[in-house]
């Protein structure tokens, strides 16, 4: 099998471009794994016209295509600014084309951001931890907690009633202590919570270690919490698993097995594209090319991935998928994948497994078995 064919058995079309308007982030996250952040990087207008160019010919024959609008905190590029990268979707947005998505820390929302997110139909993701001591890495540049400020954001949102999501980065506080994790969030009235167990990614390298057994414990508890709630709000975790598993039951495993990955084009606030992982972008590694798949000034999305299968990190990614296939246990439900993971832990993306696969897919099946036996 060629190249190109061997780029098209693992990737469809993209379902997600992911937009970074801005480098800046007004926190400073202990985990967090952007190295700019700091820096005060701005997406100009003539980018964000390309990506929608891109968009168009990416949705000519199907969509919807999710716009994410990610960073650093896309809210401190400013109501003006942003409005402006906007605008060169409307008539995609207009159409159905394309929707929009904005994950946030909430902490500079004000009813004049409320009032855009609904002019611009946002569905709407809010990063916080959990209550106030599992928060308590979330901090200002100046070092100050954030907590407070992230609440009231979150209240803005539900008084404007713009439905929400919350993400929780799970670290060796929360992993102990998933009930009132869970319903501390619950409280917050979101319709999705997301748990990414803590992994060290990109400039984070100081993370406390979990080890699978206490993720496996983690998750036969939240499998509990789930039960006991009826799956109110949902838990992201449990919705995948519990899809794969009727597909399964159903008879209908092939719409699982078939199912290609996205190749989620990232584009950076400069225009430079980057495939398979958000997380690769902005990281400089000469021997990758610096995860580079072209400018999208230059080149469209759709150029960019006819010509991927050339790149080194992409062929070797393919092979990592090729080897998690043929050897891992885990394959049928996990189905690969998390390029970033197997870069940033081990080097190359050729490899198999990473702590995601052993915190994240690994123990949530260990726990379903340990859960089912308990029963």
């Known amino acids: 099998m060629d190249g190109r064919s061997e780029f098209d058995r693992w990737f469809g079309r ?74 060169p979707f409307e008539g995609l947005l207009e159409a159905g084309r394309i929707r929009h998505y904005i994950q946030t820390n909430a902490t500079l929302l004000d009813d004049q951001w409320c009032e855009l997110l609904i002019r611009h139909d946002f569905r709407v993701g809010v990063s916080i931890d959990g209550p106030t001591a599992l928060n308590a890495r979330r901090v200002d540049l100046r070092g100050l907690p954030i907590f407070d400020r992230i609440l009231r954001g979150i209240e803005l949102l539900r008084a404007h009633g713009i439905p929400f999501s919350v993400i929780a980065v799970v670290g060796a506080e929360g992993v102990t202590a998933p009930e009132a994790l869970l319903n501390f969030l619950a409280s917050l009235g979101p319709h999705t919570i997301g748990l990414n167990v803590e992994e060290m990614e990109g400039v984070n390298r100081s ?23 009826n799956g109110v709000p949902v838990v992201r975790e449990m919705e995948r698993l519990a899809e794969y598993l009727h597909l399964v039951h159903s008879g209908h495993r092939d719409s699982w097995d078939n199912r290609r990955l996205d190749p989620i084009p990232t584009v950076s606030c400069d225009g430079d594209v980057v495939l398979l992982s958000p997380e ?91 859960s089912a036996s308990v029963e």
């Open 280 to 370: 690769l972008a902005d990281t400089v590694d000469a021997a990758y090319g610096n995860f580079l798949a072209g400018n999208i000034r230059q080149q469209t999305i759709s150029t960019m991935l006819a010509q991927a299968h050339r790149l080194l990190y992409v062929q070797e990614f393919m092979v990592g998928l090729s080897r998690c296939q043929a050897e891992c246990d885990f394959w049928n439900f996990c189905r690969g994948a998390q390029a970033g993971n197997r870069y940033f832990e081990n080097g190359s993306l050729s490899t198999m497994e990473t702590a995601y696969c052993r915190l994240t897919r690994q123990a949530l099946i260990t726990a379903l078995s340990t």
């Open 207 to 229: 993370t406390v270690p979990i080890t699978q057994e206490q993720a496996e414990r983690f998750w036969v508890r939240v499998f509990d919490w789930s039960r006991h709630r």
């Open 14 to 87: 993209p379902a997600t471009l992911v937009l970074q308007p801005t480098t800046l982030c007004n926190l400073d996250c202990s985990y967090c794994y952007l190295p700019f952040r700091r820096l005060n990087h701005e997406m100009p207008l003539e980018v964000a016209t390309a990506v929608a160019t891109s968009a168009a010919q990416l949705t000519e024959n199907g969509g919807p295509l999710g716009i994410v609008w990610h960073g650093g905190e896309p809210l401190a590029l400013g109501r003006p600014k942003l409005t402006d990268l906007l605008a």
